[in-house]
């Protein structure tokens, strides 16, 4: 089963965020800055479009399981309901 841990950053993760932090606090040019700012919104929507599509899967993924399950357990108990043959 998957741990429910909170999600940690990466040492990478942590480095690209310091880099874009200190573009950004260096950065004098406000047109530089809105084109950052435009990816960055671009990026944030990509991400989020990416964890609603996975947690999509994931979701159909369980359904699926528990559906397997969900019929194993009537076969079975439909087989131990019915009388053995001589």
């Known amino acids: ?36 700012a435009l990816l960055l919104v671009q990026q944030l929507a990509q991400q989020k479009a990416a964890r609603a599509w996975m947690a999509t899967r994931a979701s159909e993924s369980e359904n699926s399981k528990l559906e397997m399950l969900a019929e194993l357990i009537r076969r079975s108990q439909g087989e131990a309901s019915q009388p053995e043959e001589p």
């Open 1 to 36: 089963m998957a741990s429910m841990d909170p999600i940690k950053h990466t040492l990478e993760s942590s480095f690209e965020s310091e880099k874009l932090i200190r573009l950004i606090n260096d950065c004098t040019d406000l047109e530089e800055l809105r084109e950052m």
